[in-house]
């Protein structure tokens, strides 16, 4: 035995003890049966439905993935799952979006006139789509004339159920008993104050392009096409980069620039100028 082993280079021997070693536990730990894999499918459907129902706990899950035809164990269900540091129940931001289609915010700010005197005007905006539903001028705003244009500017079976607004003594009783609004303290609403300060770049005195106000007829139709703007062509990142009222993505044609409001805005816009395409140059090539 020893004439044997002096054959060989001792870091060989251990070399060969290693592997035996391995080869003898690989041997130990092999599956003999027991649970079975869960697919990668049914763990992305197991993460997917824990992270749509943030209420859900694992039996809830597992009951619905049994009435898949998915036949797999409640553990397995909980360890799949997402883990959730804060608690399962819904923050502001999911609850404003639930019911954004029931609430309009109205607000009213001051724009000053090229002969020195105050003009104001009225806004209503709905939290769903963040459309301006309604904008109206007036050199002097009452309880009853605001509480006109809230029911001028919704028909009966679009009015929302809450109307947001702050505490500006303006509205009055009339306002107050109208749409059952709801009051913020100590500041205003934050979606109607940002599109009253995008709406109050009209003063000259802020602007380096001011839109002087030269009437209240002329303010209206300056703030009507803020509206236009605002509706169909500015973009909000809340609503995913999109605008209020949807417009399609343009992908053919040539880029230009119309200037809004004095050119205090801008549309980019595609103008699709004919033969330009590869397809209608080929179309249109004379024989």
């Known amino acids: 035995m020893l ?43 197991i993460r997917q439905m824990s992270v749509d129902n943030p209420l859900w706990g694992a039996p809830r899950i597992h009951g619905g993935l049994l009435k898949l035809g998915f036949e797999v164990a409640q553990s397995s269900v909980a360890k799949y799952m997402v883990k959730r540091c804060g608690p399962p129940s819904q923050g502001w931001r999911t609850f404003l979006h ?72 303006v509205y009055g009783a009339a306002v107050a008993s109208h749409g059952h609004p709801r009051q913020t303290y100590r500041s205003r609403l934050p979606v109607a104050e940002r599109l009253c300060r995008k709406t109050d770049r009209i003063d000259p005195t802020r602007v380096r392009r001011p839109v ?36 399609p993505v343009q992908r053919i044609g040539r880029i230009t620039s119309h200037a809004l409001l004095g050119g205090l805005h801008h549309h980019y816009m595609r103008v699709r100028v004919f033969g330009t395409h590869p397809f209608e140059r080929q179309l249109h090539r004379r024989p």
């Open 212 to 247: 002087i106000a030269l009437s209240e007829a002329h303010l209206r139709r300056i703030l009507q096409a803020y509206a236009r703007y605002y509706n169909d062509v500015r973009t909000h990142r809340s609503l995913d980069k999109d605008t209020p009222f949807s417009r």
């Open 98 to 169: 639930n019911h954004s289609p029931d609430i309009a915010a109205i607000g009213l700010f001051v724009a000053p006139a090229i002969g020195l005197h105050l003009l104001y005007a009225f806004i209503i905006v709905r939290l769903a789509r963040l459309d301006l539903v309604w904008i109206n001028v007036t050199p002097h705003p009452t309880a009853e004339w605001i509480a006109r244009q809230i029911t001028e500017a919704f028909p009966w079976n679009e009015a929302p159920r809450y109307l947001i607004r702050d505490r500006d003594q």
């Open 3 to 45: 004439k044997t082993i002096t054959i060989i280079r001792p870091e060989t021997l251990v070399r060969w003890h290693r592997a035996g070693f391995r080869r003898y536990w690989r041997w130990k730990s092999r599956s003999l049966g027991g649970r079975p894999r869960v697919d990668a499918d049914l763990r992305a459907m």
